[in-house]
Structure formats: structure tokens, C-alpha cells
């Protein structure tokens, strides 16, 4: 890689500002725009020393950089954004090293000639992802890695290591505006774990087999002397049949490798399996069934390739302190409050059954918000017939209006409907100011709130923990 002066269009997104916290880490100099910076991706930024501009403006382009990386932003086109025009008139008449790109075509570059361990999946990625990155960064292995959110311990979400082994965290949604390959198949896998293929991104993938489709050439790619690590979940299983790589495969209580003896605690406990065979006992203080499953695949993985011990992995494990959004605690109080990342269905139900079973003896208060494009497609009604099964009470924030016209949006006003028809106690909320007045006059000193989005629920994130924190302090 020849790069002296990179320049990011969109660079506060996590895995356009990882992309260039790797190219940082390379020494080459990064500029970049975006229309709005936040914590903690634009503290990441400053700390590397990195410039970026509020706004798209042409001249925001240093005119001596030698490529131009765009996010995947539907706004960064050409068409409506004058940055994104300037680029690619910029680019026009030039070597081909100086030229557009998109990030995962960055990573293609970056991961040529190494051995990658591609996560991929409908959900579990980015827990399966840092918990690889992880426990192979306290082994002492310095791999290198991109974790498409922010985790606890880590420096930073992106790294370049000495070490051969490059973990990634691999998304299926399409690559770029101008380039519809999945990002993915950019990546160079050579092993990959396979934690779900249910169907997700509605508004990219209509139907289930086109969703599928990418799997399938992902899979597809893998050299003779790579590992498919595949989930017992019904859909990987079936693209796990079709793949012709060494396949093994992991589940909670099913698979080659599983989880055995679990005691459910502050810390839990639970025995690695391969088949009848204890591997170690693992302690972790991540919540629910879903997270013993992300920690039996890494374990397939890693201990396969024999890349870690058992006992390096346990150590691992042990220290892991989770992703930011996955299960959070925000509270420091008598009623808890978690943030579970909300995005699909699949995602919704193991955040909650994950509360519910660590504190089965309190009302499961859930504050909903409908953010994703498959939360809002009429198509995915019933998923409201069954998906608040165990909480007591159930707040549903406004949909998000971004992309509405898109697809056959459903209004805040039919999804309570149709949870209230399933027997739940069910009220709308429109802003943080009554939301929070609502709370005020319903919470429970025996309650324990779940913040499931991934969005920001209009600042109730950071709201709501404070209210409670106020109406049931620790006792002193």
C-alpha cells in the first residue's frame, strides 16, 4: 500500500472512522469530512490526531491526496452531495491507486496476506468479533482487527498488529453506492464463524434467499485449507451443508462444540464441550444464553486453528468486559438499566430473555424503538405478536422517518395496537420530556429496564438511567 494523504467522505461512521484509524496506525495522513461528529467516534479521531471538517464542501479535498474513501451514506452521491461530485471529478484521469474508494475496499488491501477470521451472521457478530480480537490481544498474539462497535478495554475499535491473524467483523450490507458487493467479499476470508443467516436489511434484500445469496459466495471463497465455524441456528446449518471447506459446527447445547453445566449468576459458569469431551470451564460476566453461544463459537474457532490454549482462552474470556450497546449496564441503582441493540428481531428476544432470566424475580419494564428498516416494514407485524413475551410493560417510541418511502412503513400507531393485542401492557412515547414524566410515575423500585434500539431513543439512553438513578439511589 502506497498511500501518503488519505481523505474520508462520511468518516465519522464506525467502520469508515476504523478504516482510517488503520491507515493512521500505517503513518499515512488522514483528513476527512462528515455532517456531524460525536462521541465516541470523534474522540477516537482527535486522539490519532486526526482533522475532519463538519460539513461536505469540495474544498474539504486536500488537493495532493492520493485516494478518497466514501462512505456507503445514502446522501454521499454525487448528485446531492457537491464533496462526493468533487471526488470523482478528481479522480478522473488518475493512476488507478489514486481513485475512489470504499472501505472495505481498503480492508481487501490490508488483508491480502494474512489469516483472516472473518465473523460473519445476522447477529452475534460484533460480540463473536471483539471477543476473538480479545482474547487473542491478552495472549500476548497482537492480532490485527475491525470491530464494527465500540468495546470495552479496547484503545481503540480498529488495530494493526504484528501478529498474522487479522479478525474482522463482516457485514453482508452492500459495499459502497457504486459497488453492490456485499463487504464481505472483500475481506479475503479464509476462515470464517457463521453465528446466523436470518433474514435482515429488508430494504437491501427482499426476500430471504437473496439475503442468503451473499452467504453462499462468501462461503464459496474459502481455500481448501481454511474452517468454516458454523452456528446449529437452522439457516447456517443449511449454508454450513452446502459449503465445500472443512466445516465444524457449535451451538449452546447442540454441536460439535457446546456449552455443558451452565450455572446462570453475577458471573456464570459453564463447561466447554467438544462433543463428550470437557475442554475447560469458562466464567463469564456477560448476560444470557445468546453470549455462552458467541463464546462456544470463538472457542471452535481459535482452539481448531490452535491458535490460543484452552487456558489462554479461559483467561480471555474470563477478562472480557463486552461491547458497548450489548447488554450495557447504564445505571448505578437499586432498579438496573440495560441498553440491548434492538436492530432485529432475533437480536430484540435474546436481549430480553438474557434480563429475564438474570433477575426472574422483577417486572421487565422494556422501552422500545422501532429504528431499523425491518422494525418498520409491514411485513414484520407479527414479529410484535411474540417478541415482548416477557416483559411486564412495554413503551414504543416513534419509528424512525429516515427512508420511510422506501419500503410500506408501518405508523408507531399499528405496531401498539398490534403488541396490546398480545396481551401486553403497551403505551406510545413521542419525546424524552413526557417519556420521562411517564417513567417517573410508573417505575418500580422491584423493576429492571431494558433500552432496546439501535438508535438513540431521542436521548433516552442517557436520560432515563439518570432519572432512575435519582428515584432509586444505591443505599448508602
Not at 453462499?216 to 474452517?227: E, F, H, T, V
Not at 456449552?259 to 475442554?279: P, Y
Not at 418498520?376 to 416513534?398: C, G, P
Request: hydrophobic residues 40%.
Amino acid at each position: 500500500m502506497q498511500y501518503k494523504k488519505a481523505h474520508f467522505i462520511g468518516i465519522a461512521g464506525k467502520g469508515m472512522s476504523a478504516t482510517a484509524l488503520l491507515l493512521r496506525q500505517m503513518g499515512v495522513e488522514i483528513s476527512g469530512s462528515d455532517a456531524g461528529f460525536y462521541p465516541p467516534v470523534s474522540t477516537y479521531l482527535q486522539n490519532a490526531g486526526i482533522l475532519f471538517s463538519e460539513g461536505y464542501k469540495a474544498e474539504n479535498i486536500p488537493p495532493d491526496a492520493d485516494i478518497i474513501i466514501i462512505g456507503k451514506n445514502a446522501k454521499l452521491v454525487p448528485e446531492e452531495n457537491e464533496e462526493v461530485a468533487a471526488a470523482f471529478a478528481w479522480q478522473a484521469g488518475l493512476p488507478a491507486i489514486r481513485r475512489v474508494k470504499s472501505f472495505p475496499d481498503i480492508l481487501e488491501e490490508l488483508t491480502r496476506s494474512k489469516e483472516t477470521l472473518v465473523v460473519a451472521g445476522s447477529y452475534g457478530k460484533s460480540t463473536s468479533t471483539a471477543l476473538l480480537a480479545w482474547c487473542l490481544k491478552e495472549a500476548g498474539k497482537d492480532p490485527s482487527y475491525f470491530i464494527g462497535e465500540v468495546t470495552k478495554g479496547f484503545e481503540q475499535y480498529a488495530h494493526l498488529g504484528q501478529g498474522n491473524v487479522f479478525v474482522l467483523e463482516g457485514d453482508e450490507y452492500p459495499s459502497a453506492n457504486w459497488d453492490p458487493t456485499s463487504k464481505f467479499l472483500h475481506y479475503n476470508a479464509k476462515n470464517v464463524l457463521l453465528t446466523s443467516a436470518t433474514h435482515d436489511h429488508v430494504n437491501v434484500y427482499p426476500t430471504h434467499e437473496d439475503y442468503l445469496k451473499p452467504f453462499r459466495q462468501l462461503l464459496a471463497s474459502l481455500p481448501k485449507d481454511g474452517l468454516l465455524v458454523a452456528s446449529t441456528e437452522r439457516f447456517a446449518g443449511q449454508l454450513a451443508s452446502e459449503c465445500a471447506a472443512p466445516t465444524i459446527s457449535y451451538g449452546l447445547t447442540t454441536g460439535q462444540w457446546h456449552a455443558a453445566n451452565i450455572v446462570h449468576d453475577t458471573t456464570t459458569t459453564f463447561d466447554l464441550m467438544h462433543e463428550d469431551e470437557k475442554v475447560a470451564t469458562f466464567s463469564t460476566t456477560l448476560l444470557g444464553d445468546h453470549n455462552i453461544e458467541n463464546i462456544v463459537g470463538i472457542s471452535a474457532l481459535l482452539l481448531t486453528k490452535k491458535l490460543l490454549t484452552p487456558q489462554e482462552l479461559a483467561e480471555g474470556v474470563a477478562s472480557f468486559q463486552g461491547v458497548k450497546r450489548r447488554l450495557e449496564l447504564l445505571s448505578h441503582s437499586r432498579v438496573p438499566v440495560y441498553e440491548g441493540f434492538g436492530s432485529s428481531y432475533e437480536k430484540a428476544r435474546s436481549a430480553m430473555e438474557a434480563v429475564a432470566k438474570h433477575y426472574p424475580g422483577r417486572r421487565l419494564v422494556v422501552i422500545f424503538e422501532p429504528h431499523t428498516f425491518s422494525w418498520r416494514n409491514r411485513d414484520a407485524l407479527a414479529w410484535y405478536d411474540s417478541v415482548f413475551r416477557e416483559a411486564a410493560k412495554v413503551y414504543i417510541y416513534e419509528p424512525a422517518s429516515q427512508g420511510a418511502a422506501t419500503h410500506a412503513q408501518v405508523t408507531q400507531e399499528e405496531i401498539v395496537e398490534r403488541v396490546r393485542a398480545a396481551g401486553l401492557d403497551t403505551t406510545a412515547i413521542h419525546d424524552e420530556t413526557s417519556a420521562l414524566e411517564l417513567l417517573r410515575n410508573d417505575l418500580k423500585a422491584e423493576d429492571v429496564i431494558l433500552l432496546l434500539t439501535s438508535g438513540d431513543l431521542g436521548g433516552l439512553i442517557v436520560s432515563t438511567p439518570t432519572l432512575v438513578e435519582e428515584l432509586f439511589p444505591l443505599a448508602e
